[in-house]
């Protein structure tokens, strides 16, 4: 019975988490327009923070209190990188769906794609930010973040052709140089 109890505790505050942010994060986008809301995220600073090698390299080199206290350092900046990432999703998102209307044939594909791969992006986004919240707690378990990067990748990709199809003038970058 007590395990029940648990359970289902455990499943409201996951459910309360994922609301808020997915609330948060429209909020705060509803307020700026679309081109200033899209901040570039440094991907390769990203790869060496989710790493497991690079983790395992400072587990094995630092004392356990230091490593749990610079482990949890690396997951804080784990998660701003994943926040600038889901709201650059949410705002491609809604670029993606404005797109839609368009009469070109191309386009209005490029942009579906784009509200797709964004839409995915989001709600992975909401999870790994919720796996990063439990790795503060034990900072030796180790948050998956290749799958958020090749996700992140694709979404760039198809954010670049639709606003090359759109607007040939104006680059579209979601990556840090």
Known sequence: MTLAIVLVVAAVVALALIVRFTISARLQIADRSSTQALQPVDIEAFRNLADPAETEFLRRRLPPAEFRTVQRQRLRAMAGYLQIAGRNAATLAIIGQ?????GDAQT??????LVASALLLRRNTAFALLKIRFA???????PAGAAFLSRYEKL??????LGRLQRPDVPVRLFAR
């Open 98 to 102: 404005r797109a839609l209307a368009s």
């Open 136 to 142: 503060l707690a034990w900072p030796h378990a180790y």
């Open 156 to 161: 760039s990709a198809a954010a670049m052709l």
């Open 108 to 113: 209005a594909e490029a942009a579906r794609r």
